[in-house]
């Protein structure tokens, strides 16, 4: 549980207990803000250090990847063969680079229609979780000046199996006390709303077709996503 920043307050109601739907939990990268620009940016500083192949296209298969299953991909794109450890070593110099990036990130960050959705969550008493691989989320949130909102913050170092296992998922319906089912998770990787799906939670999707078209809710971007849209879709569980 996290203490409201200095002068943030919410209205607090109590959603209908008879209803199902009784909480969110939110990725942090492409739903809350987008981060995904300066881990680019690292990744291809690294790589470039090391005379290796990257681009935009593989940094797409990315999304929602933890930091060591990340730098196993680029590997691989690059058919070299290091050991562990060193994996290990370069992951943690990316990181590095890429903290350096998040200094630049604040509350004008949020993703447009983020803020105002939690705020109207926070608002009508739902409880709120984070769920991200990244190991860095309580560093991006404090930058957003953003933890107010959310009750738990699940992140890469809450769980050792990161997305498509659910376990960042049911890690924060466990600790929010509620089940799968009274969840709504919103994700904009495919490897998250896969994780969803498998974790028995109802999914929203932000992002193009081909990429979360499988969530039960599918919107382009955050500022589509108002509670009143979601609440319609899902009509039968408000």
């Avoid at 604040?106 to 229609?113: A, Y």
């Avoid at 659910?166 to 994700?187: H, N, R, S, T």
Wanted: proline residues 4%.
């Amino acid at each position: 549980m996290h203490a409201p920043i200095a002068g943030t307050t919410f209205a607090i109601a109590k959603p209908n207990a008879h209803k199902m739907i009784k909480a969110f939990i939110f990725d942090l990268d492409g739903v809350i803000t987008d981060t995904a620009e300066h881990h680019y940016l690292a990744w291809n500083r690294l790589a470039g250090e090391l005379g290796w192949n990257f681009d935009r296209e593989v940094n797409e298969k990315l999304r929602g990847v933890s930091r060591m299953d990340s730098i196993r991909i680029i590997q691989a794109h690059n058919n070299v063969s290091l050991p562990e450890e060193e994996l290990t070593e370069l992951a943690t110099r990316k990181n590095e680079y890429y903290l350096q990036g998040l200094e630049h990130i604040s509350p004008e960050d949020f993703l447009p229609g983020a803020k105002e959705l939690l705020t109207q969550l926070k608002s009508a008493g739902y409880k709120i979780a984070l769920g991200s691989a990244s190991k860095n989320s309580h560093k991006v949130l404090e930058q957003l000046q953003g933890k107010a909102f959310f009750d738990v913050i699940g992140d890469g170092n809450s769980v050792d199996k990161s997305k498509p296992a659910p376990d960042i998922f049911l890690f924060g319906a466990e600790q929010l006390g509620y089940k799968p089912a009274e969840c709504i998770v919103f994700e904009d990787a495919e490897s998250g709303v896969d994780a969803a799906k498998a974790g028995g939670f109802y999914s929203v999707g932000i992002g193009p077709e081909e990429r979360v078209g499988h969530a039960d809710l599918r919107f382009d971007s955050m500022k589509e996503a108002t509670l009143f849209s979601v609440k319609s879709h899902f009509q039968d569980l408000f």
